[in-house]
T-cell receptor, first 114, second 112 residues
């Protein structure tokens, strides 16, 4: 148990659906991250929120929309996804940079787009 | 047993042997490195970290070695156990924290 929870753990959706992934951290951190993990590929950083402000958006398609209402919660809103978006989506948290601090990861949401 | 990171993504070792997992990083400006372990169905879990002003750091049964000359990082696991079976990722950061750049990962399989 890392102190970072994600729901749902598994999600199957059609290309026309709208769904949201939720992440919550109980570690008192003030930075949160979304990563995409596809098979046989390194983790890809999608978004970074630091002190509730988005500080990084790594050329992610607009069909992915993050939301960070407070320092403990992070959402990833999904709409009109493509089959190639099927992957494990990981949330992480840390203390905000520029200090040296490792990121703590949640268990991930396994997303399948049909 | 020993891996060469991106070129040998799978490492199989006998229980009780020592394991060495290697990682080559790309940027000489990277100043902080982390090893993560990811078991099946779980998110990555922090194992050990090292700053660029060090060349060795030890934890419980694990040692990380950093060779800045050749931009190489290794994770040594002593007396490998079945519970060590997982994918191991190295990660580097270039701005004193924050954005991590992850390697491809090496899958460690421990044979009883």
């Amino acid at each position: 148990e890392t102190g970072v929870t994600q729901t749902p753990r598994h999600l199957v959706m059609g290309m026309t659906n709208k769904k949201s992934l939720k992440c919550e951290q109980h570690l008192g951190h003030n930075a949160m991250y979304w990563y995409k993990q596809s098979a046989k590929k390194p983790l890809e950083l999608m978004f970074v929120y630091s002190l509730e402000e988005r500080v990084e958006n790594n050329s992610v398609p607009s069909r992915f929309s993050p939301e960070c209402p407070n320092s403990s919660h992070l959402f990833l809103h999904l709409h009109t996804l493509q089959p190639e978006d099927s992957a494990l989506y990981l949330c992480a948290s840390s203390q905000a940079p520029p200090t040296y601090n490792e990121q703590f990861f949640g268990p991930g949401t396994r997303l399948t787009v049909l | 047993g020993e891996s060469v990171g991106l070129h040998l993504p799978t490492l199989s070792v006998q229980e009780g042997d020592n394991s060495i997992i290697n990682c080559a990083y790309s940027n000489s400006a990277s100043d902080y490195f982390i090893w993560y372990k990811q078991e099946s169905g779980k998110g990555p879990q922090f194992i050990i970290d090292i700053r660029s002003n060090m060349d060795k750091r030890q934890g419980q049964r694990v040692t990380v070695l950093l060779n800045k000359t050749v931009k190489h990082l290794s994770l040594q696991i002593a007396a490998t156990q079945p519970g060590d079976s997982a994918v191991y990722f190295c990660a580097e950061t270039r701005n004193q924290g924050g954005k991590l750049i992850f390697g491809q990962g090496t899958e460690l399989s421990v044979k009883p």
